[in-house]
């Protein structure tokens, strides 16, 4: 159920997800999972996991030396470089929920 907002925005849930690029050995591949999710507009949306970006311990590198992250419209991605100079993207990013097979 969607319920109309100012500037005809409507309130929905959305998914806060975080995509980490993951190594074993010398294999690498994108995951992804769920941090938490929010009802309501888009833009409250985007900023709802602002807090997480910065709290969010990265599965690699195991000890991160220096992190930027970046802001963008629908996220933030990161740039996590590890003790031995190898970088590990990550995006944090606002999906909009449009089907799920569990109950509310």
């Not at 100012?6 to 050995?25: A, D, F, P, Q, T």
């Not at 769920?34 to 599965?59: C, D, K, M, N, T």
């Not at 100079?85 to 990013?93: D, E, K, L, Q, W």
């Amino acid at each position: 159920m969607s319920v109309d907002l100012h500037k005809g925005e409507r309130s929905r849930w959305w998914g806060l997800i975080v995509e980490e690029n993951l190594r074993r050995g010398k294999t690498r591949w994108w995951g992804a999972r769920l941090l938490g999710e929010h009802y309501g507009a888009h833009a409250g949306a985007v900023q709802a996991p602002q807090p997480l970006v910065h709290r969010h311990r990265p599965a690699l590198p195991r000890t991160v030396r220096h992190q930027r992250i970046h802001r963008e419209e629908s996220g933030f991605p990161a740039l996590n470089t590890g003790t031995s100079g190898a970088a590990y993207p990550a995006r944090f990013v606002v999906r909009e929920l449009v089907w799920d097979s569990g109950k509310r």
